[in-house]
C-alpha cells in the first residue's frame, strides 16, 4: 500500500510547525519503498504530490487540552468531531484539500496530532513539543510496520 507521511504546519509559530520537524526527523529514516514524505507545511502545493497514496499519514498540531507533547492517533471524523481544523492554506481544512487533489481514490487517513504548548510569533518548538517528536516518529514507524530509522 502506498503511504504518504504528510507533515503540516507553520514553522514560523512555534508549536505549530511540529507536523514538519517530523518530516524532517524522518528525512534520516530509512523507510521502505512504498512510503514517501511531503512537507505540507502551509501550503497546498505539496497536496499534489498525495495523489498516488492509498494511505496518508498527517502529523499536525491539535489543540484538544491534554499536557503539550501529548500524541493523539484520530480519524478525520474524530478529529472534525473534536473541532480539530488542520488547517492550512488560507483557512482551507487540510482534510479538504487532500479529498480534493486525491479525487475519487479517498485514500485511508490516520491522523496524528500533538497537543502543542505554544501557538505564537516564534521559531524552534518549545521544549515539551521538541522532547516528544522521536515518540511521534516511533509511533509513526509502528503505524507503517516494519520501517526502520538509521
Not at 503511504?3 to 528525512?27: A, C, F, P, S, W
Not at 481514490?105 to 501557538?119: C, L, M, N, S, Y
Amino acid at each position: 500500500m502506498r503511504t504518504t507521511i504528510v507533515g503540516v504546519g507553520n514553522t514560523l509559530m512555534r508549536d505549530d510547525g511540529v507536523g514538519v520537524h517530523v518530516i524532517r526527523e524522518m528525512e534520516q529514516c530509512r523507510l521502505p519503498d512504498d512510503v514517501a514524505l511531503a512537507d505540507a507545511g502551509t501550503s497546498a502545493d505539496a497536496a499534489y504530490a498525495l495523489t498516488s497514496a492509498e494511505r496518508l499519514i498527517i502529523v499536525d498540531a491539535a489543540q484538544l487540552g491534554g499536557a503539550p507533547g501529548t500524541v493523539y492517533r484520530l480519524t478525520p471524523k474524530e478529529a472534525a468531531d473534536a473541532g480539530i481544523g488542520l488547517r492550512s492554506c488560507h483557512d482551507m481544512g487540510l482534510i479538504e484539500i487532500l479529498r480534493t487533489v486525491t479525487g475519487e481514490a479517498d485514500p485511508e487517513i490516520v491522523i496524528f496530532g500533538i497537543e502543542p504548548e505554544t501557538i505564537d510569533w516564534g521559531e524552534g518548538l518549545t521544549s515539551s513539543v521538541a522532547a516528544c517528536v522521536p515518540r511521534v516518529i516511533e509511533i509513526v514507524k509502528r503505524e507503517l510496520k516494519g520501517s526502520s530509522c538509521s
